[in-house]
């Protein structure tokens, strides 16, 4: 599973620099390396702390989704906060902050920020998931998303030829099977939840 999850990391950089060049590699990689250090900082911590409250709802027979939606939506309010400045200024951003000469990163990076954004608040989820005895069901999302966005990639440099269609093309779609993890795990903590109703 850990190579898998790694596929959207290293396959990107490898495809942009053997069709594209070093130089749009290395605005991939900095833009993620930029993006995803606050999303997993925040993300995991707040995770962290929750997977124990989830666990011990679950143990006492208490409801989990209104703490899972509850966090999930705390969470997007401050990635909205972090990561909408980037997706709506992310050139003049990274022309600022890096120099003159990283102003095109800064297109890469309004869509790596549209990921990270769902990086973050799929945290609460993806800790979810083990308690719900899901892991199944994550297992394969994880692995249709990877395979679906080797696809979408290799298919926009074929049609397109164009870096930053490839880099968008990657970060949609990983957002959203984020997006699609998020709104499946919550209905399956709804049902989990009604177990103990009845």
């Known amino acids: 599973l850990q190579l898998i999850n790694n596929i959207p990391t290293n396959l990107p950089v490898v495809i942009l620099s053997t069709f594209f060049g070093p130089a749009q590699a290395g605005y991939y990689a900095l833009c993620r390396n930029v993006l995803n250090k606050p999303a997993d ?29 509850k966090t999930t939506l705390s969470l997007a309010a401050i990635g909205a ?23 095109f990163a800064g297109e890469y990076a309004r869509w790596v920020s ?22 199944r069901f994550f297992l394969m999302l994880t692995s249709s998303a990877r395979i679906t966005a080797i696809i979408v990639m290799l298919t926009s440099y074929y049609f397109f030829k ?27 903590s709804r049902k989990f939840d009604q177990l103990y109703d009845e």
């Not at 925040?42 to 709802?57: F, T, W």
């Not at 870096?163 to 399956?188: E, G, P």
């Open 41 to 69: 900082l925040i993300g995991l911590s707040v995770a962290d702390v929750l997977y124990p409250n989830i666990a011990n709802k679950a143990n006492n027979k208490t409801a989990i989704f209104p703490i899972v939606f």
């Open 114 to 135: 549209l990921w990270m954004f769902f990086v973050l608040i799929d945290k609460p989820s993806i800790r979810a998931l083990p308690v719900i005895s899901a892991q």
């Open 162 to 188: 164009n870096d930053l269609i490839v880099v968008a093309s990657l970060c949609v779609t990983t957002a959203l099977f984020d997006c699609l993890l998020i709104v499946k795990t919550l209905v399956k």
């Open 81 to 103: 906060i972090m990561f909408f400045p980037i997706f709506a200024w992310g050139p003049q951003i990274f022309q600022f902050v890096f120099g003159e000469e990283w102003f």
